[in-house]
């Protein structure tokens, strides 16, 4: 794989939910690719932009249907690959970092064992080798005394420690890609631009693709280098990092328009107001 | 259904399920029709409702249903197979089956539903003062429900009903003692989350009394499972009312009773095991149902995703 | 930068003393403290019925000297608060008295019928919770599907069905019409002192003593009770397996496992189930103690001589020495097994330490 070919690529993704109004659909048809870039979803609460990390992974909640063209992760079309086939995948070739240590960790399990497994899982190692290698990602997601971390139990751990292990969790068995569902919204501000830190110097120095799920707009555009913004289940703008400021479609110029500067004069914050033509209209600037 | 019909039920199907419910009412009405939706689909709760009501139909119709006295002793006619003149065969004494099996709904239904009456209000009441109103009197009303629920209710039913003398009535009563418990400390759990909310702050604040608060304030809120505990524990309350009855300590002869119809019916087992099978498929009936319906309420009242 | 937002903050130094011992005396006293209630109660209840337990030695027709001797010899012309304290003496030290419908000392009988009813117990909880878990489990990760709707309806029958009518049922078919199991009893009657008593339960006893027919006999008389109870036992351990499970499959964790690619089977075994060991520990406890109750039937039905049939009988005659030896030992059944289910709990869940 060439250093600029795309790692993912998915192509007219739908994601739908039964209710008992009738199917309500999640995600209408995006498409988008990843590469050795970090590339940032950013959407409100309902737009979508969680499902659509499941939806690569087919980690989609119970009841829940989804179709796509194609989602090529380089040459393996996923969407044709069996529940089996897909074992081979998760966490080898895709991984998923999870909002929350505090429920995403196995409250039962030592730390440690629980990045070991990840990484026995895909690789043939010893228990000790695995554990070698544990100890060797713990000290490089920045943990001091990664020997004694890693026999705690989850709830010994504070919140940026707790994601710093969820990181070496999912990174152990070097992935191509990695999915970060909103992965500092559960954590104190002092500790986020840690974690982020972190997760951007590995990202980089193992070319690793990153896919950014967040709602916070300021968090992505300073971290990640793209920024598609979701919008009632589609992407309604796609632009780089840099040239947000420049964006066309009203409801990110409302986003913009919303966030609170210092710098600014208003007496009142200005509050995005909805247009339903966002909905369904087609998109100006559509790729 | 008629399409006229159809559409002019339409709106109100709408208006039921319309997503930004615009009064009280509206929203009060639209969580009860979903939840109504959800007990009708699902059929084994549907099943429990419709059993429930054959039997209390069947327990109310006795006389007309029964094809004879479920007293009339025929002795010439004893112990015989089921045929056209005896459905079910006669039992030692020469009665109908069939019969006694009809007007044994009547006590089962009897026993089961004077010990809901009973043990429903009583329990919530305990339950939900003891949690409200905490220190020592909870202390001492949890103290006695641990040492009833220290015993499994079947004994503890025993040993009241040995206390009093075997008869229907005390057996109603020794079964309603050895349940409160379990009613009284599902109150008091609820209350204990119920009690410590913003709005039983507000209602105390605005100055009303204790009693008012735990009657209009807590009770309701904790009516919920209290209804769907007692319903299940009616199922427990047939079988426990047909093991004393097994026992020789429920209804008395010669009441019809399934418990006790088992009981002489085990001495005949070999010969005549049909004498056994039908009183406890009876109490299988009437338990299965009041199961599959305290199931479904339960549903019903905490949906789970 | 990071050092204090690294560590979880400091133990603060603690005594010498091992966390445990402060709950631990709190607990035996809370224990004591239910246990005499209990046996208040029960006495109390007792002396206050209309049951006269004179007449039920010396006879309805006895006259009046008779009546007043045997009243003294049971102490019963004291006043009630010391009659309780000389009962309390002598349970302290094992003296139980006489029953009256067997004429032993009623410590002597408790010896013979506690481990019948241990033995049955036992291979009935085994059979719940191997058959309840595995099947609570695979209703709950098949959700919705056939399995899970035949389990959660295996379940509601047992709940639902009169065990002591399922007995009589199962006799009929499996003892007298097929003659695969024994008839009631613990053993055919030509092996009833075969083998010497050991743990007084029979199946153990009779593996001890290397006598094969005697065991396979023991065996062929416990199944079909042993079935019943268990099939009583699986009906709630599943329904509560099943209810944890899908407690727990809905929890984040088990996403990441799953992220991480382990297998199906890891997941629900390896992730999911570890963390229902320990409320499921709790369940088995509560059923084992919920046999009881059900032993009470199946033991009349298949005429076992054991716990059960015996606090009935007692409990029917108004035997008080009986009842209240029986009593407390009921008492000290479930109160233990609470304290088990506690410790258990603080064992296995590294979240209490």
Not at chain 3, 280 to 308: C, H, K, N, Q, R
Request: glycine letters at 8%.
């Amino acid at each position: 794989m060439t250093p600029n070919s795309p790692i993912l690529t998915v192509e007219d993704l739908r994601v739908g939910f039964p209710t008992p109004r009738g199917t309500v659909e999640a995600v209408r048809g995006i498409s988008f690719a990843i590469g050795r870039n970090k590339v940032g979803i950013v959407g409100e609460s309902g737009s979508g932009k969680s499902m659509t990390g499941r939806a690569i992974l087919k980690l989609l909640p119970g009841g829940a249907t989804s179709a796509v063209k194609s989602m090529k992760l380089g040459d393996t079309d996923l969407a044709e690959l069996s529940e089996n086939e897909m074992l081979g995948i998760r966490g080898k070739r895709i991984s998923m970092i999870l909002q929350d240590p505090k429920y995403s960790l196995n409250p039962v399990m030592r730390v440690g064992h629980q990045i070991a497994e990840a990484f026995r899982v895909h690789h043939r190692a010893s228990k000790a080798e695995a554990e070698e290698r544990a100890l060797e990602m713990l000290a490089a997601v920045r943990i001091r005394e990664p020997r004694r971390v890693f026999s705690l139990y989850p709830h010994e751990v504070s919140g940026g420690m707790g994601q710093r292990i969820m990181i070496a969790m999912m990174l152990i068995p070097e992935p191509e890609l990695i999915i970060a569902d909103e992965p500092t919204s559960a954590l104190d501000v002092t500790v986020r631009l840690q974690v982020l830190a972190i997760l951007d110097d590995l990202v980089s120095t193992r070319g690793i693709g990153l896919m950014f799920i967040s709602h916070d707009l300021n968090l992505v555009s300073s971290f990640c280098d793209e920024v598609l913004i979701m919008y009632a289940g589609r992407i309604v703008e796609r632009c780089p990092a840099a040239e947000l400021h420049q964006a066309k479609h009203p409801y990110t110029r409302g986003l913009l328009a919303s966030l609170p500067r210092l710098e600014d004069g208003h007496k009142r914050l200005r509050v995005l107001e909805r247009d339903p033509s966002w909905r369904d209209e087609p998109i100006p600037a559509e790729a | 259904m008629t399409v006229q019909s159809f559409e002019r039920s339409a709106p109100l199907r709408s208006w039921l399920l319309a997503e930004a419910p615009e009064s009280g009412f509206q929203a009060w009405s639209q969580s009860f029709y979903l939840a109504w939706l959800r007990l009708a689909g699902n059929p084994l709760a549907v099943l429990g409702v419709i059993v429930l009501l054959a039997v209390g139909l069947v327990a109310l119709m006795a006389p007309w249903i029964a094809t004879h006295s479920p007293f009339e002793q025929v002795l010439a006619e004893r112990l015989q197979r089921p045929s056209a003149a005896h459905w079910l065969g006669t039992d030692e004494l020469g009665r109908d089956v069939f019969s006694r099996i009809v007007y044994g709904a009547r006590t089962t239904l009897y026993i089961v539903g004077l010990v809901a009456v009973i043990v429903g209000p009583i329990g919530l009441c305990i339950g939900a003062t003891a949690g409200y109103l905490g220190g020592w009197v909870e202390a001492l009303l949890m103290r006695i429900t641990d040492i009833f629920l220290s015993f499994p209710s079947l004994i503890l039913a025993l040993a009241f009903v040995s206390a009093l003398g075997p008869s229907l009535d005390n057996a109603i009563i020794a079964i309603a003692l050895s349940s409160w418990p379990g009613i009284a400390r599902l109150a008091r759990a609820e209350t204990l989350t119920i009690r410590s909310s913003d709005y039983v702050d507000a209602v105390r604040v605005m100055g009303a009394s204790t009693p008012r608060i735990i009657f209009k304030h807590v009770m309701p809120m904790c009516l919920p499972s209290v209804v769907v505990r007692v319903t299940l524990s009616m199922a427990s309350v047939a079988l426990t009312a047909a093991g004393l009855g097994f026992l020789g300590l429920g209804a008395q002869p010669p009441t019809p009773e399934w418990g006790a119809m088992l009981s002489t019916a085990r001495q005949y087992l070999l010969e005549h095991w049909y004498l056994a099978a039908m009183p406890g498929l009876a109490i299988l009936t009437v338990s299965l149902a009041f199961n599959l319906f305290g199931d479904g309420l339960r549903d019903m009242l905490n949906p789970r995703s | 930068m990071s050092s204090l937002t690294d560590l979880a903050p400091p133990r603060p130094v603690r005594s010498r003393r091992p966390r445990w011992v402060l709950p631990a005396l709190r607990g035996s006293f809370s224990i004591a403290l239910t246990l005499l209630g209990l046996l208040a109660l029960t006495f109390f209840i007792g002396r206050v019925l209309p049951f006269d337990p004179i007449a039920a030695v010396v006879g309805e027709k006895a006259d009046a000297s008779v009546y007043e001797t045997v009243r003294a010899k049971l102490g019963l012309d004291q006043p009630l608060y010391v009659q309780f304290g000389l009962f309390l003496r002598d349970m302290l030290s094992g003296n139980f008295g006489r029953a009256i419908f067997t004429g032993n000392a009623v410590a002597d009988d408790l010896r013979h019928v506690i481990p019948a009813t241990v033995e049955l117990a036992t291979v009935a909880i085994i059979i719940g919770c191997g058959f309840g878990i595995p099947l609570g489990v695979a209703a709950a990760v098949y959700r919705g599907r056939p399995i899970d709707h035949a389990v959660r309806l295996l379940s509601l029958v047992g709940h639902s069905v009169p065990i002591f009518w399922l007995g009589l049922m199962g006799l009929i078919i499996f003892y007298a019409w097929l003659g695969w199991v024994g008839g009631s009893g613990r053993v055919d009657i030509f092996y009833l002192d075969a083998v010497p008593r050991r743990t007084g339960m029979l199946l153990v006893d009779s593996l001890l003593a290397g006598d094969w027919d005697v065991f396979v006999s023991a065996f062929r008389h416990i199944i079909l009770p042993a079935l019943l109870l268990g099939y009583s036992s699986m009906a709630y351990i599943s329904r509560m397996t099943r209810s944890f499970m899908l407690d727990q499959l809905g929890q984040e964790y088990v996403t990441t496992a799953r992220v991480k690619g382990l297998s199906r089977r890891r997941v629900v075994w390896g992730h999911a189930f570890r963390n229902v060991l320990v409320q499921l520990a709790t369940i088995v406890a509560i059923s084992y103690g919920g046999l009881l109750e059900g032993a009470v039937l199946t033991e009349t039905v298949f005429a076992w001589p054991g716990f059960g049939q015996y606090l009935t009988t007692a409990l029917m005659i108004g035997d008080m020495n009986a009842v209240l030896a029986c009593t407390l030992i009921v008492g000290l059944v479930f109160i233990c097994l609470n304290l088990i289910t506690d410790l258990l709990y603080r064992f296995l869940d590294p979240r209490t330490r």
